[in-house]
């Protein structure tokens, strides 16, 4: 079976080679097409294919997607953004894939990082559909945070992809103005797109207005229950940037209707219940949440710091302030086996360097 490789791109000359670099180890061809750039974007990805194609941007990432797809002459094609990374450790596993693909497959999920630790090792990622069949069944959806829907034969495998924006770069409200236009046009909004619509609110500070659209999802008797999870959490962080501490707190009790209590909720409620100085309670919270195992097949999102480094720092802060140095030692030591160079670690250590003098 053959691989195709797309990439949709706009002014990524600083980062585009960066994304190419391993492609050749893994893709029998591959495809750009430049939705407007007004630097050497094009000339970046002339260095790596002769397949490079303009598309007019009409504010619809599907639509730029599915038309880099229709230039494919492969059997699967696989997408990346410009400022994704694929290692070449990665990449030799992606050629391994594709080598055993024999067309029954239709999907092929893999990993997206988007946070590693100091040390390069993943701690925020989630599954997406990666390596897709040619089949005029499966294609982009979605004007914003397109997705291919998942369907026939799914697999999940472990090579990721790494989401490496540069430094400094401005994130920018292309994607808000999208669903503000959306929204001004009556369009009506799927699940995914009031969910995502309400994230880009809150990332762009208007807390208000996210509140009230993931109110909207919840309320909803459709929609994935990782988003819904999710949705209840975003939903506290937006009642409590709105002063609203209580109404915070139970959004994320919310969260257990959706299913087993995550690390992700449990390490937010120990914050909450931390911050009333309820050490006791909080304890018990952040003992929950390294407690549970994350679900990585589910799709969610998830912080892999909420299963164990989190949970262990903030311990740490609890039995200080109990007075039980000795725990709260025992758990500074979890926290620093699993993130040595990280400034609370640092801090404790000589905080506990201190005390020990004493």
Same mark, same amino acid.
């Given at each position: 079976?053959?691989?195709?490789?797309?990439?949709? $791109?706009?002014?990524?000359?600083? $980062?585009?080679?960066?994304?190419?670099?391993?492609?050749?180890?893994?893709?029998?061809?591959?495809?750009?097409?430049?939705?407007?750039?007004? %630097?050497?974007? +094009?000339?970046?990805?002339?260095?790596?294919?002769?397949?490079?194609?303009?598309?007019?941007?009409?504010?619809?990432?599907?639509?730029?997607?599915?038309?880099? $797809?229709? =230039?494919? %002459?492969?059997?699967?094609?696989?997408?990346?953004?410009?400022?994704?990374?694929?290692?070449?450790? /990665?990449?030799?596993?992606?050629?391994?894939?594709?080598?055993?693909?024999?067309?029954?497959?239709?999907?092929?999920?893999?990993?997206?990082?988007?946070?590693?630790?100091?040390?390069? =090792?993943?701690?925020?990622?989630?599954?997406?559909? !990666?390596?897709?069949?040619?089949?005029?069944?499966?294609?982009?959806?979605?004007?914003?945070?397109?997705?291919?829907?998942?369907?026939?034969?799914?697999?999940? =495998? &472990?090579?990721?992809?790494?989401?490496?924006?540069?430094?400094?770069?401005?994130? *920018?409200?292309? /994607?808000?103005?999208?669903?503000?236009?959306?929204?001004?046009?009556?369009?009506?909004?799927?699940?995914?797109?009031?969910?995502?619509?309400? !994230?880009?609110?809150?990332?762009?500070?208007?807390? &208000?207005?996210?509140?009230?659209?993931?109110?909207?999802?919840?309320? !909803?008797?459709?929609?994935?229950?990782? /988003?819904?999870?999710?949705?209840?959490?975003?939903?506290?962080?937006?009642?409590?940037?709105?002063?609203?501490?209580?109404? &915070?707190?139970?959004?994320?009790?919310?969260?257990?209707?959706?299913?087993?209590? +995550?690390?992700?909720?449990?390490?937010?409620?120990?914050?909450?219940?931390?911050?009333?100085?309820?050490?006791?309670?909080?304890?018990?919270?952040?003992?929950?949440?390294?407690?549970?195992?994350?679900? !990585?097949?589910?799709?969610?999102?998830?912080?892999?710091?909420?299963? *164990?480094?989190?949970?262990?720092?903030?311990?740490?802060?609890?039995?200080?302030?109990?007075?039980?140095?000795?725990?709260?030692?025992?758990?500074?030591?979890?926290?620093?086996?699993?993130?040595?160079?990280?400034?609370?670690?640092?801090? /404790?250590?000589?905080?506990?360097?201190?005390?020990?003098?004493?």
């Amino acid at each position: 079976m053959t691989l195709s490789l797309t990439v949709i $791109v706009k002014n990524e000359e600083d $980062v585009l080679a960066r994304a190419l670099s391993t492609a050749a180890v893994y893709a029998d061809e591959i495809i750009i097409v430049d939705t407007g750039s007004t %630097d050497k974007t +094009t000339e970046v990805a002339r260095r790596f294919t002769d397949k490079v194609y303009c598309f007019p941007w009409v504010d619809d990432f599907s639509a730029a997607r599915n038309y880099a $797809v229709s =230039k494919s %002459d492969c059997d699967y094609w696989m997408w990346l953004d410009a400022d994704d990374i694929v290692s070449l450790e /990665n990449a030799r596993k992606i050629a391994r894939l594709k080598n055993s693909l024999d067309g029954k497959t239709d999907i092929i999920m893999l990993p997206y990082v988007l946070e590693t630790d100091g040390g390069g =090792k993943p701690i925020f990622s989630y599954y997406r559909e !990666r390596i897709i069949r040619k089949t005029p069944t499966l294609m982009w959806k979605g004007r914003v945070h397109e997705a291919v829907e998942l369907k026939g034969a799914v697999v999940k =495998k &472990s090579a990721y992809i790494l989401h490496a924006k540069p430094i400094g770069r401005m994130i *920018g409200t292309r /994607n808000l103005d999208i669903y503000k236009k959306m929204a001004a046009d009556g369009e009506v909004f799927s699940p995914r797109d009031l969910y995502y619509y309400a !994230r880009e609110l809150f990332y762009n500070g208007d807390f &208000s207005a996210a509140a009230k659209n993931f109110r909207a999802f919840l309320d !909803r008797p459709d929609g994935f229950k990782v /988003n819904k999870v999710d949705a209840c959490i975003m939903l506290s962080r937006c009642l409590l940037k709105l002063g609203d501490a209580e109404l &915070s707190k139970k959004a994320l009790f919310e969260s257990f209707v959706y299913g087993v209590p +995550t690390g992700e909720a449990c390490c937010e409620i120990g914050q909450r219940v931390l911050g009333e100085k309820d050490y006791s309670a909080a304890i018990y919270w952040f003992k929950c949440a390294y407690s549970v195992k994350p679900d !990585r097949a589910s799709g969610a999102f998830i912080d892999a710091d909420c299963y *164990g480094f989190l949970p262990f720092v903030w311990l740490t802060v609890c039995y200080d302030q109990l007075g039980d140095i000795l725990n709260a030692y025992r758990y500074h030591l979890r926290a620093k086996k699993l993130r040595p160079d990280h400034p609370s670690v640092i801090a /404790n250590d000589k905080y506990f360097s201190g005390i020990f003098k004493k």
